[in-house]
């Protein structure tokens, strides 16, 4: 069966990756950004909305999927009068846009930050007198890793971060004092079957995640999971799901959803048997899901702008070390390692995490890692 996939940076290419062996092949389209794409498929490279490129893709593929949730709900309209799209057009609308996001988040009875929507002059006043300072102004649309993102902390800073956002539609969301983040990965099958990986707790700097760690069981995981089955339940999704929740007083406040294979989940590649890209492709070709069972202890570090060197990175613990192949840019994702902590004591696999962290350059969150857990 073949998989097409919108989009061609490193999530297709760990979906391709996770073809590998299978009967499954994985059709991605887009732009050419990784030239090790080459090395697990035949990917069409070019713009996925130019129509011969995509009469071509089409052609070839089975059902589709995406690697963003960025992508063009025409494009998807136009791909669904032929090919079966997972996941489903009714869950892009909803999670393409931070306003729908959180209102159907409450419709569900699902916490989420106090918001409001910015999107003509008037709200600028209603926004700032309901949810108050400090708030984050997040444009509804195409933010990803804090782009399109502003704290404001008056009514003043958000009118002008209103105006340097060009006056786009925006939500006004109250600054959460969360004590942590988490995310929960869910899968699916056309079936109706679902599984779920055990939660990870997630540390971001600059709206970026850095690290996500799985050690030992959360206390959490079952309201996680509930969420995530309501949500699957009601939009009869199929295919993988990650949301995102601020810890607030030992409960889950949701921040989103990113409807496909997630970043919090990349430890899954080696911390599970069945990893949520293998899991992905299951669900979307009809195949039955596969129940995983992670290790005890695992943790992944995300490599921002540039990779360390990999020689340097012997920590103690076993680990994988992830090169997308993508040239060196600010802020840019360009790799990962997932450390494998099976049977490591937590404080020492804290200190080969922290470790780990200096070699990458970062030593902040190594230092906090160090006084959380170790010192
Ligand atoms: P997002 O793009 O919404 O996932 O935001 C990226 C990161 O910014 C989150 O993971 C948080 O670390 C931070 N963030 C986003 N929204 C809020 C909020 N309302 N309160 C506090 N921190 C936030």
Redesign the pocket.
């Known amino acids: 069966m073949k998989v097409g996939v919108l989009g061609s940076g490193q999530l297709a290419l760990m979906l391709a990756q996770a073809s590998v062996g299978t009967d499954i092949e994985v059709v991605p389209i887009g732009h050419k950004i990784l030239d090790k794409l080459d090395l697990y498929c035949s990917p069409i490279y070019g713009d996925m909305n130019d129509p011969i490129l995509l009469e071509k893709f089409l052609a070839q593929v089975d059902v589709v999927t995406y690697e963003t949730e960025n992508v063009a709900i025409d494009l998807l309209k136009i791909i669904s009068k032929t090919t079966q799209v997972w996941p489903g057009l009714n869950v892009l609308e909803v999670f393409q846009d931070?306003l729908l996001e959180k209102q159907y988040f409450e419709r569900l009875s699902i916490p989420v930050?106090t918001?409001h929507d910015v999107s003509q002059s008037a709200d600028i006043d209603k926004a700032a007198e309901h949810v108050g300072f400090p708030?984050?102004l997040?444009t509804r649309r195409d933010?990803?890793?804090?782009?399109?993102?502003a704290i404001v902390n008056s009514k003043e800073e958000l009118a002008a971060a209103w105006d340097k956002f060009e006056r786009i539609a925006c939500i006004l969301?109250?600054?959460?004092?969360?004590s942590g983040?988490v995310s929960v990965i869910a899968v699916r099958g056309t079936d109706g079957n679902s599984i779920f990986y055990p939660i990870t707790e997630?540390?971001?700097c600059d709206?970026?995640?850095r690290l996500s760690t799985k050690i030992g069981e959360s206390d959490l995981q079952a309201v996680a999971e509930s969420y995530a089955q309501k949500i699957m339940e009601d939009r009869d999704y199929v295919g993988c799901m990650a949301i995102?929740f601020?810890v607030v007083d030992g409960t889950l406040v949701a921040?989103?959803v990113a409807p496909r294979v997630h970043n919090s989940g990349h430890w899954t590649i080696g911390g599970t048997d069945a990893s949520q890209f293998a899991n992905h492709l299951n669900a979307i070709t009809g195949k039955p899901l596969v129940s995983p069972t992670a290790l005890s202890a695992v943790a992944m570090i995300n490599f921002i702008s540039e990779l360390p060197n990999p020689s340097e990175l012997n920590v103690g613990a076993q680990s994988l070390f992830h090169d997308y192949g993508k040239e060196n840019r600010p802020l840019r994702k360009v790799g990962h390692l997932t450390l494998l902590g099976e049977g490591v004591d937590p404080k020492d696999f804290y200190q080969q995490i922290a470790k780990a962290l200096t070699v990458s350059g970062e030593d902040a969150l190594a230092s906090e890692i160090m006084s959380r857990h170790v010192q």
Do not use: P
């Open positions: 931070r930050a918001y708030g984050i997040k933010g990803y890793d804090g782009k399109g993102q969301e109250g600054f959460v004092s969360f983040e997630n540390i971001h709206g970026i995640l995102e601020f921040n989103e």
